[in-house]
């Protein structure tokens, strides 16, 4: 093998290949990001549509597909087949380039996200800020293209999440400068802007951010959690393309595959902006307790669970392959959804023979590459968990909350999230001097 | 290539600056004024920011940031004299701000 | 990969700190620049600054200065340029853009910016010998560290810019404060 | 009406007539030039009549600052399909069907109203056993249209899932619909002179099973929505009107009562069997989107009430009284209103003596009320027009007719 392949694999320290300098490998992670990244979009498509009409006593899609979950795949065809209208009227360039911007920022924030301490493809020095950066770059895509489309309700809605996305970056912003300031609560007292230095920080302090200063911590992250929620312009905050009232927002001149980039620019901004939640307060890629239970059985225990929740994956299969009519009708979504059932099973097969071959026999041996490479499986494991569990927030959110009103969704944010995470900061500060 | 040396950076904001002394003395509206404006700001800091590598210092740096609030402030107090202009006049061109009072 | 750079100083940017990247973000933000000041559609105009905004971040990075980048992006990109569009969209353009480009006085204008760069070039040719081939390497790791301590300090001691700090927050409110009345209706 | 406008005694009522009587009728100046001030945020956008929020096919003319709504013009009539003329070349008999086509979320409530209207001018009254089926099918119809509000006012608002919930519920109504004369939507379940058919068997029972199953599912609704915050921001003061405009305005309905005005044709002017159970009326107190709101989720458990007395005392006898094939009224002119679930549907017709009338008149309760939006939207935002049309409850097949 080449060098440059080699050097990266050999490196003793758990580096990204950003730090380590290695081109090749940072160009796979970003590959492997950004294939993951559109499958968790698609994966996300069929859950929401699923979860939201059980929530709603209906079925969702069940015709592509067992169960539907060829769904999104069958989405992704139509859209990319219809035609594709620019409005006559429309500033044709920037109509054009307004769904890049949006996906661009989208997409360009996972370049720090740490899945794992060396999941990642570069750790920056300014990670958190270069996040907050990049995703607020997604707001003009959206006024571009509200602007190009050249009509009043893309316009209103352009102009409704400028003001909103603005409003609600300043309350995000203070929230996670709390958490940065907690990560300062060390003995040499300097925190850090490195998303992988927020993991480091609450792993020394041997305590997630969001428990941090109870409940000052949790306020801020609560905080977050809102603003979030409003910045990647999701009900109860969807008012950039508030159904009811602007019929889409400002999408509604969109169709076709430049509307299917809003739809994965917005959901790639939701699983961003959840990584960045799970980085600073829920302990990133860390598993439960990692400092209490640090025997190597707990370790092990705990590294169990990849392969358990595929194989419950896998159950949950089986029972629709059960369930499912015996009518010849339905026999090939049975034999489909039996095939991927099995497919599940397999994979968690192999997580278990990973995480049984890779269990680190003496803690005093250097780790073997097995083991490294289930620490690596545990890692996402728990990051992709945590975000998980966002993603059904957002959409439980959605089933159950009427929408804001404009006016009321600016004064939440300047009024009541902007004076109480600024207080959070103040007395964060406080505390934090007082305990050092 | 030749390497890249503080004297490269200059030119580029050298460049940057004249734009935006172009854009200011010769558009006609106010926001694209404004957004020159921006420019040569950007000039300046980069200006700053190769120096403070050139001395190895952070002074450049810092000024650099300050540059920037007084860029968010220049912006926003710009801006909203243009709307309250805009409300009276129906007018963003520069040529037509031709009066002390009204 | 470099081998000749020292990997603890300047291991982070490496691989972006190309002659070859120097050129891409310098040609993207004289790029930008120049449709800034050319486009007849402010919203176009925007657009192009913020190609030239985001260009000059990449070369603050290039230049070990990685917070500056991070504040240009958040600042400049998502802050002023998110105002600009939302004042453009505010602002009936379809009159101006159908209008002269230029104001009655750009012969002068064009002129006075052209003796400028004029004087810029006589200055650098004249000066470019002052100017040390080989750049130092700055701690790219501690920047941020290094800049929050000459903006606050360190260990209860003032630092040389606080105090500069603190007036620039008092700037920001009173641009708050005159945005907020200027832009109000009523008073 | 002069009498009955005596009967809603208010002081305040005169002042407030002339005040809406020297209103100009269209109030949006939408030719007048610019305003040299201010004017650059002022916007006039159309919503509808394809707008995913408008209930069809209404047009709302929005003159907004920013999101600040100046004023609203309705454009109606895109579903106008000319029913009071009709009317003049079909004999009563024939146009009977027509009603249901109105507003038809509540056919039985148009039928009801126009069955007895013939019925008044006739002469002719239909047996108590046709009175009682009449009572249950009409208050399950004020049930199911209720539904059917709650269900696209709430999505109109943004919640999603009670969508889903009322229409699970409210299928349960239709089914006992379906059964009961084969018509889900529009039933056309009653004849002049009383009920084409007898219940069928089990119809007592199932009519029970339905209300021991729906009253939980009422406190399902109120459960996602009467506390919940936002809901609460959405519509709490929005929207409001006074009892007194809204008499001005003839605004009648749940959106009377929830401005405080205790007035139901069921109980002032008794139809049918009204007189014989034992009902309240619902009144809010500050006539705003959510005292609506609560006013017609009261008015849900109020009809219960009412099925359950009139399904326990249902009595025996013929379902039709007698009345000729072909029907004749005597020369003459009735108005005819009953209280519909929108509010007071009236028939006015007039009879030449033929088999067809002469002229015949629906006064629409949407329509009516549809009257009351420019004054509640005033001032308010883009968002909250929304909420407000939701809230007035209109069917515009029955606002266009």
Same mark, same amino acid.
């Given at each position: 093998?080449?060098?440059?392949?080699?050097?990266?694999?050999?490196? =003793?320290?758990?580096?990204?290949?950003?730090?380590?300098?290695?081109?090749?490998?940072?160009?796979?992670?970003?590959?492997?990001?950004?294939?993951?990244?559109?499958?968790?979009? *698609?994966?996300?498509?069929?859950?929401?549509?699923?979860?939201?009409?059980?929530?709603?006593?209906?079925?969702?899609?069940?015709?592509?597909?067992?169960?539907?979950?060829?769904?999104?795949?069958?989405?992704?065809?139509? &859209? *990319?087949?219809?035609?594709?209208?620019?409005?006559?009227?429309?500033?044709?360039?920037?109509?054009?380039?307004?769904? *890049?911007?949006?996906?661009?920022?989208?997409?360009?924030?996972?370049?720090?996200?740490?899945?794992?301490?060396?999941?990642?493809?570069?750790?920056?020095?300014?990670?958190?800020?270069?996040?907050?950066?990049?995703?607020?770059?997604?707001?003009?895509?959206?006024?571009?293209?509200?602007?190009?489309?050249?009509?009043?309700?893309?316009?209103?809605?352009?102009?409704?999440?400028?003001?909103?996305?603005?409003?609600?970056?300043?309350?995000?912003?203070?929230?996670?400068?709390? +958490?940065?300031?907690?990560?300062? *609560?060390?003995?040499?007292?300097?925190?850090?802007?490195?998303?992988?230095?927020?993991?480091?920080?609450?792993?020394?302090?041997?305590?997630?951010?969001?428990?941090?200063?109870?409940?000052?911590?949790?306020?801020?992250?609560?905080?977050? +959690?809102?603003?979030?929620?409003?910045?990647?312009?999701?009900?109860?905050?969807?008012?950039?393309?508030?159904?009811?009232?602007?019929?889409?927002?400002?999408?509604?001149?969109?169709?076709?595959?430049?509307?299917?980039?809003?739809?994965?620019?917005?959901? +790639?901004?939701?699983?961003?902006?959840?990584?960045?939640?799970?980085?600073?307060?829920?302990?990133?890629?860390?598993?439960?307790?990692?400092?209490? &239970?640090?025997?190597?059985?707990?370790?092990?225990?705990?590294?169990?669970?990849?392969?358990?929740?595929?194989?419950?994956?896998?159950?949950?299969?089986?029972?629709?392959?059960?369930?499912?009519?015996?009518?010849?009708?339905?026999?090939?979504?049975?034999?489909?959804?039996?095939?991927?059932?099995?497919? &599940?099973?397999?994979?968690?097969?192999?997580?278990?023979?990973?995480?049984? +071959?890779?269990?680190?026999?003496?803690?005093?041996?250097?780790?073997?590459?097995?083991?490294?490479?289930?620490?690596?499986? #545990?890692?996402?494991?728990?990051?992709?968990?945590?975000?998980?569990?966002?993603?059904?927030?957002?959409?439980?959110?959605?089933?159950?909350?009427?929408?804001?009103?404009? #006016?009321?969704?600016?004064?939440?944010?300047? =009024?009541?999230?902007?004076?109480?995470?600024?207080?959070?900061?103040?007395?964060?500060?406080?505390?934090?001097?007082?305990?050092? | 290539?030749?390497?890249?040396?503080?004297?490269?950076? @200059?030119?580029?904001?050298?460049?940057?600056?004249?734009?935006?002394?172009?854009?200011?003395?010769?558009?006609?509206?106010?926001?694209?004024?404004?957004?020159?404006?921006?420019?040569?700001?950007?000039?300046?800091? @980069?200006? @700053?920011?190769?120096?403070?590598?050139?001395?190895?210092?952070?002074?450049?740096?810092?000024?650099?940031?300050?540059?920037?609030?007084?860029?968010?402030?220049?912006?926003?107090?710009?801006?909203?004299?243009?709307?309250?202009?805009?409300?009276?006049?129906?007018?963003?061109?520069?040529?037509?701000?031709? @009066?002390?009072?009204? | 990969?470099?081998?000749?750079?020292?990997?603890?100083?300047?291991?982070?940017?490496?691989?972006?700190?190309?002659?070859?990247?120097?050129?891409?973000?310098?040609?993207?933000?004289?790029?930008?620049?120049?449709?800034?000041?050319?486009?007849?559609?402010?919203?176009?105009?925007?657009?192009?600054?913020?190609?030239?905004?985001?260009?000059?971040?990449?070369?603050?990075?290039?230049?070990?200065?990685?917070?500056?980048?991070?504040?240009?992006?958040?600042?400049?990109?998502?802050?002023?340029?998110?105002?600009?569009?939302?004042?453009?969209?505010?602002?009936?353009?379809?009159?101006?853009?159908?209008?002269?480009?230029?104001?009655?006085?750009?012969?002068?204008?064009?002129?006075?910016?052209?003796?400028?760069?004029?004087?810029?070039?006589?200055?650098?040719?004249?000066?470019?010998?002052?100017?040390?081939?080989?750049?130092?390497?700055?701690?790219?790791?501690?920047?941020?560290?290094?800049?929050?301590?000459?903006?606050?300090?360190?260990?209860?001691?003032?630092?040389?810019?606080?105090?500069?700090?603190?007036?620039?927050?008092?700037?920001?409110?009173?641009?708050?404060?005159?945005?907020?009345?200027?832009?109000?209706?009523?008073? | 009406?002069?009498?009955?406008?005596?009967?809603?005694?208010?002081?305040?009522?005169?002042?407030?007539?002339?005040?809406?009587?020297?209103?100009?009728? !269209?109030?949006?100046?939408?030719?007048?030039?610019?305003?040299?001030?201010?004017?650059?945020?002022?916007?006039?956008?159309?919503?509808?009549?394809?707008?995913?929020?408008?209930?069809?096919?209404?047009?709302?003319?929005?003159?907004?600052?920013?999101?600040?709504?100046?004023?609203?013009?309705?454009?109606?009539?895109?579903?106008?399909?000319?029913?009071?003329?009709?009317?003049?070349?079909?004999?009563?008999?024939?146009?009977?069907?027509?009603?249901?086509?109105?507003?038809?979320?509540?056919?039985?409530?148009?039928?009801?109203?126009?069955?007895?209207?013939?019925?008044?001018?006739?002469?002719?009254?239909?047996?108590?056993?046709?009175?009682?089926?009449?009572?249950?099918?009409?208050?399950?119809?004020?049930? /199911?249209?209720?539904?059917?509000?709650?269900?696209?006012?709430?999505?109109?608002?943004?919640?999603?899932?009670?969508?889903?919930?009322?229409?699970?519920?409210?299928?349960?109504? $239709?089914?006992?619909?379906?059964?009961?004369?084969? /018509?889900?939507?529009?039933?056309?379940?009653?004849?002049?002179?009383?009920?084409?058919?007898?219940?069928?068997?089990?119809?007592?029972?199932?009519?029970?099973?339905?209300?021991?199953?729906?009253? %939980?599912?009422?406190?399902?609704?109120?459960?996602?929505?009467?506390?919940?915050?936002?809901?609460?921001?959405?519509?709490?003061?929005?929207?409001?009107? !006074?009892?007194?405009?809204?008499?001005?305005?003839?605004?009648?309905? %749940?959106?009377?009562?929830?401005?405080?005005?205790?007035?139901?044709?069921?109980?002032?002017?008794?139809? /049918?069997?009204?007189?014989?159970?034992?009902?309240?009326?619902?009144?809010?107190?500050?006539?705003?989107?959510?005292?609506?709101?609560?006013?017609?989720?009261?008015?849900?458990?109020?009809?219960?009430?009412?099925?359950?007395?009139?399904?326990?005392?249902? %009595?025996?006898?013929?379902?039709?009284?007698?009345?000729?094939?072909?029907?004749? %009224?005597?020369?003459?002119?009735?108005?005819?209103?009953?209280?519909?679930?929108?509010?007071?549907?009236?028939?006015?017709?007039?009879?030449?003596?033929?088999?067809?009338?002469?002229? $015949?008149?629906?006064?629409?309760?949407?329509?009516?009320?549809?009257?009351?939006?420019?004054?509640?939207?005033?001032?308010?935002?883009?968002?909250?027009?929304? /909420?407000?049309?939701?809230?007035?409850?209109?069917?515009?097949?029955?606002?266009?007719?």
């Amino acid at each position: 093998m080449p060098n440059f392949i080699m050097s990266y694999l050999n490196s =003793k320290d758990a580096i990204t290949p950003g730090a380590a300098g290695s081109q090749f490998w940072a160009l796979i992670y970003v590959f492997v990001i950004f294939t993951g990244v559109s499958v968790a979009v *698609m994966a996300m498509n069929w859950l929401e549509r699923k979860a939201l009409a059980h929530f709603q006593i209906r079925l969702g899609p069940m015709r592509v597909g067992p169960h539907g979950l060829l769904q999104p795949i069958a989405d992704a065809i139509k &859209l *990319m087949l219809k035609e594709d209208i620019i409005p006559a009227e429309a500033d044709q360039f920037v109509f054009w380039v307004a769904p *890049m911007i949006g996906l661009l920022a989208a997409f360009a924030v996972y370049t720090v996200i740490p899945f794992g301490p060396s999941q990642a493809v570069s750790d920056m020095n300014i990670g958190i800020l270069f996040m907050l950066g990049v995703s607020s770059l997604g707001v003009l895509g959206i006024v571009v293209a509200g602007w190009a489309s050249n009509s009043h309700y893309p316009l209103i809605g352009a102009l409704r999440s400028s003001a909103q996305m603005v409003s609600y970056e300043v309350a995000m912003g203070l929230a996670v400068v709390s +958490a940065i300031l907690m990560t300062s *609560m060390n003995a040499s007292g300097t925190g850090t802007l490195s998303m992988i230095g927020f993991v480091r920080a609450q792993q020394e302090q041997g305590v997630w951010f969001i428990f941090k200063f109870f409940p000052l911590g949790l306020i801020a992250f609560v905080i977050f +959690a809102i603003a979030m929620v409003a910045e990647t312009n999701r009900a109860p905050f969807d008012m950039a393309e508030a159904e009811s009232e602007l019929t889409a927002g400002y999408h509604t001149e969109y169709s076709g595959l430049r509307w299917s980039l809003f739809m994965l620019a917005e959901y +790639a901004a939701m699983i961003a902006v959840s990584s960045i939640a799970v980085t600073l307060w829920l302990g990133g890629w860390m598993r439960p307790f990692p400092n209490l &239970l640090n025997a190597r059985t707990w370790d092990f225990i705990f590294s169990l669970f990849p392969a358990l929740t595929f194989f419950g994956l896998a159950a949950i299969g089986i029972v629709g392959v059960v369930r499912m009519s015996s009518h010849s009708f339905f026999r090939i979504q049975r034999i489909g959804l039996a095939v991927f059932a099995a497919v &599940l099973g397999f994979i968690a097969l192999l997580l278990l023979v990973i995480a049984v +071959a890779g269990r680190s026999a003496d803690a005093n041996v250097a780790a073997s590459s097995a083991s490294r490479f289930r620490e690596g499986i #545990d890692y996402v494991y728990w990051f992709v968990l945590k975000v998980a569990v966002f993603m059904y927030l957002f959409i439980w959110y959605r089933a159950t909350w009427p929408r804001y009103r404009f #006016d009321r969704l600016m004064r939440v944010g300047w =009024k009541v999230l902007l004076p109480i995470s600024l207080g959070v900061l103040i007395v964060t500060a406080i505390v934090g001097v007082i305990v050092s | 290539m030749v390497p890249i040396t503080t004297f490269h950076y @200059l030119v580029i904001a050298a460049a940057l600056f004249v734009l935006g002394v172009i854009g200011v003395l010769t558009r006609r509206n106010v926001v694209i004024v404004l957004m020159s404006i921006e420019l040569i700001l950007n000039a300046v800091n @980069l200006n @700053l920011v190769a120096f403070s590598r050139m001395w190895g210092n952070l002074h450049g740096q810092v000024f650099a940031i300050f540059v920037t609030v007084d860029a968010a402030a220049e912006a926003a107090v710009g801006l909203g004299i243009l709307i309250a202009f805009f409300r009276n006049r129906e007018t963003i061109n520069v040529d037509e701000i031709d @009066l002390l009072k009204w | 990969m470099n081998p000749g750079l020292n990997p603890g100083m300047v291991r982070d940017m490496a691989p972006v700190a190309t002659p070859f990247f120097f050129y891409l973000l310098a040609g993207l933000a004289v790029a930008g620049g120049v449709l800034v000041i050319t486009r007849r559609n402010a919203v176009h105009s925007a657009l192009a600054l913020i190609v030239t905004l985001l260009a000059v971040a990449g070369l603050y990075l290039m230049l070990f200065a990685p917070f500056v980048a991070g504040v240009q992006i958040i600042v400049y990109a998502g802050g002023i340029m998110v105002l600009f569009l939302f004042v453009i969209m505010l602002v009936n353009i379809e009159r101006s853009s159908k209008d002269r480009r230029f104001n009655r006085m750009w012969p002068v204008g064009l002129a006075a910016a052209c003796a400028l760069l004029a004087l810029f070039v006589s200055a650098f040719v004249k000066g470019k010998a002052l100017f040390p081939d080989r750049m130092m390497s700055l701690p790219e790791s501690s920047n941020t560290q290094q800049i929050a301590t000459m903006l606050y300090g360190e260990a209860g001691k003032m630092g040389p810019y606080t105090f500069a700090f603190e007036i620039a927050s008092l700037l920001l409110l009173v641009a708050i404060l005159g945005a907020v009345i200027m832009t109000k209706k009523k008073i | 009406m002069n009498a009955r406008a005596n009967d809603r005694t208010d002081d305040h009522i005169s002042d407030s007539t002339n005040d809406v009587a020297n209103r100009a009728p !269209s109030n949006l100046d939408l030719d007048a030039p610019a305003t040299p001030y201010l004017d650059s945020n002022e916007l006039i956008i159309n919503m509808g009549p394809q707008h995913p929020a408008t209930h069809g096919v209404l047009r709302v003319i929005l003159k907004l600052d920013g999101e600040k709504v100046l004023g609203t013009e309705c454009v109606i009539g895109y579903l106008h399909r000319g029913v009071e003329k009709i009317a003049e070349n079909r004999t009563y008999t024939m146009f009977n069907p027509y009603v249901d086509r109105m507003d038809y979320v509540a056919a039985v409530s148009n039928g009801l109203g126009y069955c007895e209207a013939v019925e008044k001018l006739m002469n002719v009254e239909a047996p108590a056993r046709a009175k009682y089926i009449r009572v249950i099918l009409t208050e399950l119809n004020r049930i /199911a249209s209720h539904q059917l509000w709650l269900g696209t006012h709430a999505l109109d608002i943004g919640a999603m899932t009670p969508l889903f919930y009322t229409f699970r519920d409210r299928e349960e109504i $239709l089914k006992i619909f379906e059964k009961y004369c084969g /018509a889900r939507l529009t039933t056309h379940a009653f004849r002049i002179g009383g009920c084409q058919y007898e219940t069928y068997a089990g119809f007592e029972k199932e009519v029970k099973n339905f209300l021991t199953y729906v009253a %939980p599912k009422i406190d399902e609704y109120e459960e996602l929505l009467t506390t919940n915050r936002i809901w609460l921001e959405r519509t709490k003061n929005v929207g409001v009107i !006074s009892g007194a405009d809204c008499i001005a305005l003839g605004v009648t309905g %749940p959106v009377l009562r929830a401005s405080g005005v205790k007035w139901d044709l069921r109980k002032a002017q008794p139809y /049918a069997a009204y007189s014989e159970f034992d009902f309240e009326i619902p009144v809010g107190t500050n006539g705003d989107t959510y005292d609506r709101y609560l006013v017609r989720m009261a008015e849900m458990r109020q009809s219960l009430r009412i099925i359950e007395q009139a399904v326990n005392r249902i %009595p025996e006898g013929p379902i039709m009284a007698k009345v000729p094939k072909v029907i004749k %009224p005597p020369v003459g002119e009735i108005y005819h209103s009953i209280e519909a679930p929108k509010g007071e549907l009236g028939y006015f017709i007039v009879s030449d003596g033929t088999t067809q009338p002469y002229r $015949l008149r629906v006064r629409p309760p949407s329509f009516v009320n549809l009257q009351a939006l420019d004054r509640m939207v005033r001032g308010l935002l883009v968002a909250d027009v929304i /909420a407000v049309i939701g809230t007035i409850d209109i069917v515009l097949g029955e606002v266009d007719r």
